[in-house]
């Protein structure tokens, strides 16, 4: 199956700059490249994703970018708010079967 | 739409007992998996279905069997409860790959502690 990596696996920022977290995974064939939030206590939750056709996408405060030649992808969060604190997950997968990275987590300090 | 329902939400096993997590879906996903949840482990496949009649072992199917009837329910079941299935347990559901796209729907979680 996919080998896939995260860094870092904990995180802490001020409230109010910017957070990268990086995914590394090993299946060349890939094509589809979601992040995941989940919040203490919930279920994980799709925040943004990407497919292969493209380098960059981005949603109000949230972006990714994809690396398909160096097999990494990316989320960045701008402007940070506590709200943010959680811990994220990457996903990459053809489609057909679905490995998660061992997550981010994320501290906010207001 | 519910979305994916899982239950029971807890329980509590004794060492040996066997039980059965159930995992429905209204959104008429073809693809269904379950994960554990483990502190420092992230999310680990046990084991997933492509559609109905046919399912496969993930990351750690070891001691869980599932499942698929039909296209809505996909039912883990622990055959020998061990201390070391104390986790949390999701259910997910996706279209699959295509158009439709490749997002994972989770249930609520299922918080299982074997005693």
């Known amino acids: 199956g996919e080998n896939v990596e995260q860094h870092p696996s904990t995180l802490s920022v001020q409230e109010g700059d910017s957070a990268v977290i990086k995914c590394t995974y090993s299946?060349?064939?890939?094509?589809?490249f979601p992040w995941y939030k989940q919040e203490l206590g919930k279920r994980p939750q799709l925040i943004i994703d990407?497919?292969?056709?493209?380098g960059e996408k981005k949603d109000q405060r949230i972006a990714v970018t994809l690396n398909k030649t160096a097999k990494h992808f990316s989320l960045h969060i701008t402007e940070t708010q506590p709200e943010d604190s959680a811990v994220y997950f990457c996903?990459?997968?053809?489609?057909?079967?679905?490995?998660f990275g061992t997550g981010t987590s994320l501290t906010v300090i207001p | 739409n519910a979305g994916v329902t899982q239950t029971p939400k807890f329980q509590v096993l004794k060492t040996g007992q066997s039980m059965t997590l159930q995992c429905a879906q209204d959104?008429?996903?073809?693809?269904m998996s379950w994960y554990r949840q483990d502190p420092g482990m992230g999310l680990r496949l046990i084991h997933y279905?492509?559609?109905?009649?046919?399912?496969d072992q993930g990351e750690v199917p070891n001691g869980y069997n599932v499942s698929r009837s039909t296209t809505e329910d996909f039912p883990l079941r622990l055959l020998s409860a061990a201390p070391s299935q104390t986790s949390v347990y999701f259910c997910?559901?996706?279209?699959?790959?295509?158009?439709?796209?490749?997002?994972?729907?989770f249930g609520e979680g299922s918080w299982l502690t074997v005693v």
């Open positions: 990407i497919r292969s056709n493209v």
């Open positions: 959104m008429n996903h073809e693809y």
């Open positions: 996903a990459p997968n053809t489609g057909n079967q679905f490995y």
């Open positions: 279905s492509v559609g109905a009649g046919i399912t």
């Open positions: 299946d060349s064939a890939s094509n589809y």
């Open positions: 997910a559901s996706s279209y699959g790959p295509g158009e439709r796209g490749n997002t994972i729907y």
